[in-house]
């Protein structure tokens, strides 16, 4: 079988404090912090424990993660699993990476948010760099608000040719809606804009959610993904395996990429291949365009 998890533990604090994200602004305590280092170690012992399956991890954390010293772990950890094919989190890029090289770069994919109001641009380049030193393969982007879009444009100006740069469209809580020249100007820094820009008509659509991907929180309970609530089991107990099964999708659209990516109609796999979980197209992105839409 495969199978990818995207994990996402009780972490819910960050180390920025952007505006319109709530995470920044809690902070844990020892106890729930030391909850989230074991919940995450049963994980990781589960994920080893699977040798008949080839699996994927995609760490989508409510917060920044890889300043913890025990995700970095997992991640050098379960790199050097030989029935682990793919390894990414998302994350603001703000760790040191002197972890990086103890883990098998190949299997590591980082999807990294530059957040303009919370470091320098030359900073984060140079993780960028540092990341392509590495050899670990990377998207990055920018959350859609106009105010960001200048500097969204000097970023794409400064990252290498072979970088992608995703927009991601806001939705929900930009003060006007997007104009055709907003759009346009957007969709010159990412191609894939306009597929990110739409909630994809999904009820009653098949979805690889539930069958071959699922979400799974700090205490193992398994959902077909991180926007429909309703549980289909744990992945602790043994019968786990039986609730991997296809569903079509419940919600009425689908608007976030780690979401209709898996919808089987929109053929996004074609466009990403095995970049899917890093955000990382394998076409070019003029190609990718045209396979989208």
């Known amino acids: 079988m495969k199978l990818t998890v995207l994990y996402r533990g009780p972490l819910s604090s960050c180390n920025y404090g952007c505006e319109y994200c709530p995470f920044g602004k809690w902070k844990h305590t020892d106890e729930e912090l030391a909850k989230d280092r074991a919940d995450l170690e049963r994980f990781v012992a589960w994920v080893e424990a699977r040798t008949q399956d080839t699996v994927s991890v995609f760490f989508t954390p409510w917060g920044e993660a890889l300043i913890w010293p025990w995700y970095q772990e997992a991640l050098v950890r ?46 984060f380049l140079a993780q960028c760099t540092k990341l392509t030193e590495l050899g670990v393969r990377h998207s990055v982007g920018v959350v859609g608000f106009l105010r960001f879009a200048e500097e969204a444009e000097s970023l794409r100006a400064d990252l290498p040719a072979d970088t992608y740069l995703w927009i991601n469209a806001v939705k929900d809580g930009q003060e006007e809606p997007y104009t055709a020249e907003d759009i346009a100007r957007f969709s ?3 191609p894939l804009f306009p597929v990110n820009n739409t909630r994809h008509p999904s009820l009653g659509r098949a ?71 890093e955000r990382v197209p394998a076409m070019p992105l003029w190609k990718a365009r045209a396979t989208a839409t």
Not at 91 to 103: M, Y
Not at 233 to 260: E, M, S, V, W
Request: neutral net charge.
């Open 78 to 123: 379960l790199s050097h699993l030989p029935h682990v094919e793919r390894l990414a989190v998302q994350t603001n890029l703000s760790c040191k990476l002197d972890w990086v090289p103890r883990a098998r770069a190949e299997k590591l994919g980082i999807w990294a948010t530059y957040h303009p109001e919370w470091t320098k641009r030359h900073r």
């Open 188 to 190: 010159r820094l990412d």
């Open 207 to 277: 979805c690889r959610g539930g069958e071959s991907v699922i979400s799974v929180d700090g205490e193992g309970t398994a959902r077909r993904c991180h926007f429909i609530d309703e549980p289909i089991g744990n992945i602790y107990t043994p019968d786990f395996d039986a609730a991997l099964k296809p569903r079509p999708c419940a919600k009425q659209t689908c608007g976030c990429h780690i979401g209709y990516v898996h919808l089987e109609y929109l053929e996004l796999d074609r466009v990403f291949g095995s970049g899917i979980l």
